[in-house]
């Protein structure tokens, strides 16, 4: 069983900036794409970003220009960094990683941007 573990998120100010972290527990499984979805109070999951094994990245509209994702896949580790944090950037933000088999998600963090 593969879990995902996430770190990074917390509460910024507007402007500000966090670098969001997911790693897996197992290093020895090959990993297609990675990414990340985020959850709005009271609205539905939607993708943020997301990246190939090849390094080929996909952003949502709202991110784009603000936040980048990243992988590291000797870690089996994805990253976003988060810039020019807004308040509707305020959700659950969670990873996910994809095998040919399986797709696995980690267990979310917060991130609240208080104005």
């Known amino acids: 069983q593969v879990q995902l573990m996430e770190s990074g998120g917390g509460l910024v100010q507007v402007g500000g900036s966090l670098r969001l972290s997911c790693a897996a527990s197992?290093?020895?499984?090959?990993?297609?794409?990675m990414g990340w979805y985020r959850q709005p109070p009271g609205k539905p999951r939607e993708l943020v970003a997301d990246i190939t094994p090849g390094g080929s990245t996909n952003y949502a509209d709202s991110v784009k220009g603000r936040f980048t994702i990243s992988r590291d896949n000797a870690k089996n580790t994805v990253y976003l960094q988060t810039n020019s944090l807004k308040p509707e950037d305020t959700a659950v933000y969670y990873c996910?990683?994809?095998?040919?088999?399986?797709?696995?998600w980690g267990q979310g963090t917060q991130v609240t941007v208080s104005s």
């Open positions: 996910y990683m994809t095998t040919t088999a399986n797709v696995y």
């Open positions: 197992r290093s020895s499984f090959s990993i297609e794409d």
